[in-house]
T-cell receptor
Framework: GQNIDQPTEMTATEGAIVQINCTYQTSGFNGLFWYQQHAGEAPTFLSYNVLDGLEEKGRFSSFLSRSKGYSYLLLKELQMKDSASYLCAVRDLNSGNTPLVFGKGTRLSVIA | DARVTQTPRDKVTEMGQEVTMRCQPILGHNTVFWYRQTMMQGLELLAYFRNRAPLDDSGMPKDRFSAEMPDATLATLKIQPSEPRDSAVYFC???????????FGEGSRLTVL
């Protein structure tokens, strides 16, 4: 089975940097994903890590340590529109290679 | 531009009624997933298909839920009979052969009274 943990809520200030952590335990591992979900909308893909290290994409970066079962999503230069839920998801190799198992999400509030 | 389409967007029904949700995946995507999202449980996988064949529906209550893919452009999720605990947002997502990225539809919000 899988177990994915991330904080329930976070608050950060506009213009600041925030790091959202995710820890996971899976019987197999074939990639970690971050999705963004605004209230009332569908989740949308942000990033993908399969090897250890940092992947940078504009204001967003995602880090993975497979040995620690740990990832984080780093958001820089926060904007009000970044207020959303951020979902950590793992692809478990033993689940047929494609289904993603999602954490419950971290609700980020960006304040002025 | 290509997107996953779901209907209905909102459905309010009474306990015991049948509910059918439909999904049109992105053309060319060979995997289709049904997820359910609630505040308490987050996104839970209900079922998924690859090349229209059901691969895993272990997350789905078998006695009342059924998922089918009658053709490559249509996936359905049916609940019969519906119960108040089925109230949730149901998302359909599709993905390509070699990518882990999933593309989600806008969801069907179901309320069972």
């Amino acid at each position: 089975g899988q177990n994915i943990d991330q904080p329930t809520e976070m608050t950060a200030t506009e213009g600041a940097i925030v790091q959202i952590n995710c820890t996971y335990q899976t019987s197999g591992f074939n990639g970690l994903f971050w999705y963004q979900q605004h209230a009332g909308e569908a989740p949308t893909f942000l990033s993908y890590n399969v090897l250890d290290g940092l992947e940078e994409k504009g204001r967003f970066s995602s880090f993975l340590s497979r040995s620690k079962g740990y990832s984080y999503l780093l958001l820089k230069e926060l904007q009000m529109k970044d207020s959303a839920s951020y979902l950590c998801a793992v692809r478990d190799l033993n689940s047929g290679n494609t289904p993603l198992v999602f954490g419950k999400g971290t609700r980020l509030s960006v304040i002025a | 531009d290509a997107r996953v389409t779901q209907t209905p967007r909102d459905k309010v029904t009474e306990m015991g009624q049948e509910v059918t949700m439909r999904c049109q995946p992105i053309l060319g995507h060979n995997t289709v997933f049904w997820y359910r999202q609630t505040m308490m449980q987050g996104l839970e996988l209900l079922a998924y298909f690859r090349n229209r064949a059901p691969l895993d529906d272990s997350g789905m209550p078998k006695d009342r839920f059924s998922a089918e893919m009658p053709d490559a452009t249509l996936a359905t999720l049916k609940i019969q009979p519906s119960e108040p605990r089925d109230s949730a947002v149901y998302f359909c997502a599709s993905g390509g052969v070699n990518t882990g990225e999933l593309f989600f539809g806008e969801g069907s919000r179901l309320t069972v009274l």
